[in-house]
């Protein structure tokens, strides 16, 4: 969202990649196919979640100069190639965890409203010509809702190769929201 200023070429081109690389996670997490399983749900789902947080960083590093910006976005890029490498190789023995149907429900009902309002977050983050100030006040938003993603999944039964993973993902986004808050108020 433009915050009522004349926006550059290379914002405008920044701005165009950000929205296709989020087009793309939204149909990444909305069109995965769901089982009966909640560890499944939420590894099939993150997936294409860490994969636009690695296509947002890789995107930042072509256009900012900002070096601690630069240092966050090469360390999202390792968490997240690791963590999709993780939730890969436990991909298969989750699936075998099944959860009763009214789990399944609540579970994915909580997960949509999480996963619609980092969209909405997302697509409505403001945009000026500072990139490097547009990026965090989208990835903000993205490692929000992996949180509540992670923190959610938590709550039920699960595969236990996963929540070292979840807890993982919680720790490295955390930080990573404190640090780039802190960016922004510098």
């Known amino acids: 969202m433009n915050c009522n200023c004349q926006l550059s070429n290379v914002t405008k081109n920044y701005l165009s990649q950000f929205e296709c690389i989020?087009?793309?996670m939204e149909q990444g997490m909305t069109e995965a196919v769901?089982?009966?399983?909640?560890?499944?749900n939420f590894i099939v789902q993150m997936i294409p979640h860490h994969q636009a947080a690695i296509d947002m960083s890789e995107s930042i590093l072509r256009y900012t100069t900002n070096i601690p910006l630069q240092n966050i976005a090469l360390g999202i890029i390792e968490e997240q190639e690791k963590g999709i490498r993780d939730m890969k190789s436990i991909k298969c023995e989750c699936n075998m965890e099944d959860n009763c149907g009214e789990?399944?429900?609540e579970y994915q009902c909580r997960m949509d409203r999480i996963i619609e309002?980092?969209?909405?977050e997302m697509s409505s983050a403001c945009a000026d010509n500072n990139v490097s100030a547009d990026f965090m006040r989208e990835m903000i938003p993205h490692h929000m809702g992996a949180i509540r993603m992670s923190k959610l999944t938590l709550q039920?039964?699960?595969?236990?190769e996963l929540i070292p993973?979840?807890?993982?993902?919680?720790?490295?986004q955390e930080r990573g929201v404190?640090?780039?808050?802190?960016?922004l108020r510098c």
């Open 22 to 24: 989020l087009a793309k």
């Open 34 to 40: 769901l089982t009966d399983s909640i560890s499944h």
């Open 103 to 105: 789990d399944l429900r």
């Open 117 to 120: 309002t980092m969209f909405s």
């Open 156 to 160: 039920y039964e699960i595969c236990p």
């Open 165 to 172: 993973i979840l807890k993982a993902i919680i720790r490295s």
């Open 178 to 183: 404190m640090q780039m808050r802190h960016l």
